[in-house]
């Protein structure tokens, strides 16, 4: 009786715990619906790439994120300019 | 200074409940004339009530104890009775709960820290973005990860990094593919 009683303590406890590191760590939530509905229709998109392909926007993103902020600034810049320009 | 009593001698079994009734008086006439006309042919029962004699005044007599005490302990022996029966009329409903008996303090403990950790969750956020804003076909571990998620929110610029780096007068990756070069020309045109 007094495992279990420990037991049940010890899964609240855990409980407890692991819903405030979701909660923290949710970062999805965050994001506005634009964003949301962005990154859902990449991934869908993402999930019928190619292998090839897919390995080479994995290096795009290397190299992206070694890049300079300020180079990567002026880039998404001139492409927000571009969508601009497309709308 | 400590009182010591001896120990009573013994008096013949058949009689020595009679003589403790003698010598507190309680006896019948005929008892008392049995006991009387015994104890004038006996040492060990006259010995016995001669020790009564001697002992009993060194113990200490039972309080008295006033009436008032005896109205209330009758009171509250009324009411305790009123209120196991009262146990017993509502005991159908406790008898729901009989299996339960030892677990209903960790099952509410329980059942408090469980919604008490839906509670830290929804907090967060609102309600409505929580539940009305699924994430279909995303898998949790890109949802929990921010660096996953940054990596599909700038996937279309991913795709047309070579090209908008030509454009920035950079040098283009080499590796960029002939399919993503035609989609990124395609987004960007």
Known sequence: ?87 | MENHVAPLEGACKNYEEDLVLFYYGESGAAEGAAMEQHMAQCGRCRNFVDDLGRVLPQMAPLPELPQPFWDSYFRETIAKLDAHEARQRQSWWRGWFQPLNGWLVPTFGTAVVAALAIALVLEKNDLVSFIGTPSPNIPAEVLVDSNQLEFFKSLEILESLSTLEEQDGGKADPKTSDILDRRAAWSLA
């Not at chain 1, 420990?6 to 609240?12: A, C, R, T």
């Not at chain 1, 923290?24 to 619906?33: E, F, H, I, S, V």
Request: charged share 45%.
């Open chain 1, 1 to 87: 009786m007094k495992t279990r009683k420990l037991f049940l303590i010890v899964l609240g406890f855990f409980l407890l715990l692991e819903s405030g590191a979701l909660a923290d760590g949710d970062d999805w939530r965050k994001l506005n619906p634009k964003e949301k509905d962005s990154i859902r229709r990449n991934y869908e998109r993402w999930e019928k790439l190619p292998p090839q392909d897919k390995e080479h926007l994995r290096q795009e993103w290397d190299r992206w994120n070694r890049m300079p902020q300020d180079r990567r600034d002026r880039l998404k810049q001139r492409f927000n300019d571009h969508r601009r320009n497309q709308d």
